[in-house]
């Protein structure tokens, strides 16, 4: 337990790189039919023609592979407890397949939850971008870490 | 195509009811296994003594389960070209093995882009229940869709 990362140990301005990550035309097709069963996601053929320029990942699958790309930097090495929600989620430009995602986390603020003793509330900013360093998916939020010390 | 809903079809104070739909232990841990491996998510005895009180569902799953049954719903009926995001995700209460879930989509405008002819703007708010009509998941957002007579 003590290896996990608590409360105390996140501060403002920490930064956490995230990815690489290569995403398949397979997978934006699996995850859309069962999740955004939408033309552009599931039909290659659609996608070409569209404006999109290609078979686009779901807005919502590049936000589950940014949650993830965090788990793996950061949230599973720590005593997480979820989230209550987050505060944006902007979808820029496509994710289409075959492009390599890389990232960041930022953490923009640490403290205790003042109405559940023990845990402290973490605040981030995180963003994928693509090969060409344009952004594709920014997200806001926040997530409850225990602390060391309550 | 005519059957399809466009912009003009669209107005604030229109609701859709969504679902339902009844979420399994073998989907969560599928789920969170690839996009948000804590262990609550994909581990039955850690979340049976978690404060979740049983197997719950990642916070991205639920809100990707709202996406889908507002597909079902009305977004793969309409002239859809995408979203540029969401303005805010709630995670309220947990979705666990089991539950039913149910929800509502409503319109809360319905206008034409300002910088995208031919393309018009539907903002929503959603959410999903259970069986206790206790509000879990609640989702603020908007998607492009076509106009019909731009």
Chains 1, 2 share one sequence.
């Not at 337990?1 to 790189?17: P, T, Y």
């Not at 690489?20 to 599931?42: G, K, L, M, N, T």
């Not at 599973?76 to 820029?92: F, H, I, N, Q, Y």
């Not at 939850?113 to 971008?129: A, N, Y």
């Amino acid at each position: 337990m003590s290896d996990l990362r608590h409360l105390e140990d996140f501060a403002a301005g920490q930064i956490f790189a995230l990815g690489p990550y290569r995403i398949s035309a397979d997978e934006i097709i699996a995850f859309a039919r069962e999740f955004d069963p939408q033309p552009f996601h599931i039909d290659e053929q659609v996608a070409r023609n569209s404006l999109l320029g290609g078979l686009a990942a779901s807005g919502w699958h590049t936000t589950c592979l940014l949650t993830r790309l965090m788990c793996d930097a950061v949230l599973t090495r720590s005593a997480m407890l979820g989230s209550s929600g987050m505060d944006e989620v902007k979808w820029l430009r496509p994710v289409l397949a075959g492009d390599v995602i890389i990232g960041e986390m930022l953490i923009t603020g640490a403290r205790p939850s003042r109405s559940k003793p023990g845990l402290g509330i973490v605040t981030f900013e995180s963003f994928l971008t693509g090969q060409d360093s344009e952004r594709r998916t920014e997200l806001k939020g926040m997530v409850f870490v225990r602390r060391r010390t309550p």
